[in-house]
């Protein structure tokens, strides 16, 4: 006899109803210290973006899961060598304190010439009326490369 009887345990059911993505197309330079800016919002819902300071704004408390990457080069025009260094992103609670959350970098070192790809994931919790941000942590500028089309893209879910 057929029977449409579940077996086992479930677990909550859940709406990811608060995401934003978004990415950037240009090859702009980034200094030292200061926000990657991104310049297209794909999508939002309930997490907005701010393009003019790279703030992501987290209306509603919950546990998050952000996955970015960036195409770059270092664009240290003072080194006439062009010596090689690591590239590095942070990502950071920025209002209402600054919180260090994760850290990623090429894995090679890169030359003004090479383009490598920063990669980096985190899984946050947060409260209301939190601004997170993506930070050029190299002790070089970076600029962007795009990659065929994109040169960098991030993407923020809530899990929870």
């Known amino acids: 006899m057929w029977s449409n009887r579940a077996y086992g345990p479930t677990g ?8 934003a993505m978004v990415h950037d197309e240009t090859d702009t330079t980034v200094a030292k ?3 990657v800016l991104f310049q ?10 701010n393009p003019a300071t790279g703030d992501f704004s ?17 664009s240290d025009k003072s080194d006439n060598s062009c010596e090689s260094k690591a590239l590095g992103i942070e990502f950071h609670q920025f209002w ?7 850290h990623s970098f090429t894995h090679n070192k890169l030359t003004c010439c090479d383009t490598g790809t920063i990669n980096g994931n985190a899984i946050f919790e947060a409260l209301p ?3 997170y941000r993506l930070i050029n942590t190299s002790d070089v500028d970076i600029k962007l490369v795009p ?5 960098g893209c ?7």
């Open 129 to 131: 009326g939190t601004s």
């Open 40 to 49: 297209t919002t794909n999508l939002s819902n309930k997490i907005s973006y």
């Open 154 to 160: 991030v993407s923020i879910t809530k899990i929870s």
């Open 58 to 74: 987290i209306p509603e408390k919950g546990i998050y899961i952000i996955h970015w990457w960036i195409n770059a080069r270092h």
């Open 33 to 35: 210290q200061q926000p």
């Open 96 to 102: 209402p304190n600054d919180v260090l959350i994760a």
């Open 147 to 151: 990659n065929d089309l994109y040169s």
């Open 12 to 19: 909550p059911s859940s709406i990811l109803d608060s995401y």
